[in-house]
């Protein structure tokens, strides 16, 4: 693990990253900025505006931060909200960012694209999912470090959200030495 680590601390330097790097300044006062929890405002400065590849690595990790200023970007997150006593809406158009955080009980924020037509997103306890093509959620970390390194470089230590069951599967023979988040008050799928 140690060697891929500096590889990626190599990776992010590449792409403009330093140790202490922020841009708070230049997105702290964007209408969506102040709605986002804490972890993730703290991802999005640090983070924000990098273009994340390792060569001869498929993944490209492109965290924009343009849309934090635009206001239907604004009103597309503030509708697509799940509170847990919130009546489920179960209309067709609603969003996966809707669908899968209606499923797990806590709100999805999109905090980056990866090439390949996935979502990178975060809920306001740190966990890094994404949502794939095809589509499923999955779960990649609860820390930024290992969840980019994961991405970049790719990792079978992830577990997947099986929408049928309302259960997390992990690889065959691992466990994770943490809960993941279900949401209590459903016994099933409603969809």
């Not at 470089?153 to 259960?167: L, R, W, Y």
């Amino acid at each position: 693990m140690m060697n891929e680590e500096e590889d990626f601390t190599t990776v992010l330097i590449n792409a403009g990253w330093y140790k202490g790097r922020t841009i708070k300044s230049k997105i702290e006062n964007t209408i969506l900025y102040e709605i986002l929890p804490k972890k993730i405002q703290n991802f999005l400065c640090e983070f924000g505006e990098l273009k994340i590849h390792a060569e001869n690595r498929i993944a490209t990790m492109i965290i924009d931060t343009g849309y934090l200023d635009n206001k239907k970007a604004f009103d597309y997150q503030f509708s697509n909200i799940y509170k847990l006593d919130d009546e489920i809406d179960l209309s067709d158009d609603r969003s996966q960012n809707y669908y899968y955080s209606t499923l797990i009980g806590t709100q999805l924020y999109p905090v980056a694209k990866l090439i390949e037509q996935s979502e990178v997103l975060m809920d306001e306890n740190g966990n890094f999912y994404i949502i794939d093509s095809l589509p499923q959620l999955i779960w990649i970390s609860n820390e930024t470090f290992n969840a980019l390194i994961k991405i970049i470089f790719g990792s079978g230590d992830v577990a997947i959200f099986n929408e049928h069951s309302m259960e997390w599967m992990t690889p065959l023979g691992k466990e994770l030495n943490q809960n993941l988040p279900i949401n209590p008050i459903l016994k099933n799928n409603p969809w």
